[in-house]
């Protein structure tokens, strides 16, 4: 079992940077494959970015590639996401997720806010 808390969510604005945090329960945390979800008002939600373990691979959604990082540090226990150059179309809730087999995700965080103004 593996629980998962999100923080780091906030308001900003246009062209600026936040850092998401997902702490991890679990004594295996190294052994999962971590992720970044968002679900913005209205609309399903979606794949943002991926980290394999032990934390060699990533993928992102095209339209984060560049101004989004995903990164990891096994021994805390967290994956991080860094996110720059943040747009108006970047608000949404963001999730983190984890998974014993690749781009298959079993436990989820309840999620935290990331409000972009304009």
């Known amino acids: 079992q593996v629980q998962l808390v999100e923080s780091g969510g906030g308001l900003v604005q246009a062209g600026g940077s936040l850092r998401l945090s997902c702490a991890a329960s679990g004594r295996t945390f190294s052994t999962y494959f971590m992720a970044w979800f968002r679900q913005a008002p209205g609309k399903e939600r979606e794949f943002v970015a991926h980290i394999s373990w032990p934390g060699g691979l990533t993928y992102y959604k095209d339209s984060v590639k560049g101004r989004f990082t995903i990164s990891r540090d096994n021994a805390k226990n967290t994956v991080y996401l860094e996110m720059n150059s943040l747009k108006p179309e970047d608000t949404a809730v963001y999730y983190c997720?984890?998974?014993?087999?690749?781009?298959?995700?079993?436990?989820w965080g309840q999620g935290t806010q990331v409000t972009v103004s304009s």
């Open positions: 997720a984890a998974g014993k087999v690749a781009l298959s995700y079993e436990y």
